[in-house]
């Protein structure tokens, strides 16, 4: 999933009850249910400046996820001891260039 929109802000406080509409047009260009009471512009700015802050804190992750070794040369590396160690130190290059937020 890609950085949060207004939209999706909407279908988190929503329980998804939200049909469609402009991903950041504001709470009067989505469609809901009929008689369904959607929430204030308020309340879906404050959700998603919360998930925007949640998603940009896991960048760090993001960025490891796509360098770590794959599956498949970890699998190899259970049998391999020079495999292994080249997969540890892979990992902890990768650690080091994007380091955990603290």
Do not use: C, W
Request: proline share 7%.
């Amino acid at each position: 999933m890609g950085k949060p929109t207004y939209f999706n802000a909407v279908q988190i406080l929503t329980d998804n009850k939200a049909l469609h509409g402009k991903t950041n047009g504001g709470i009067d260009k989505i469609v809901f249910p009929k008689g369904f009471i959607p929430p204030t512009d308020a309340e879906v700015k404050t959700k998603l400046a919360s998930m925007v802050s949640n998603y940009d804190a896991q960048a760090y992750a993001r960025k490891r996820q796509a360098e770590y070794p794959s599956i498949q040369d970890l699998v190899v590396a259970l049998y391999d001891t020079d495999d292994k160690t080249a997969i540890e130190t892979k990992r902890a290059e990768v650690k080091a260039k994007y380091p955990k937020p603290e």
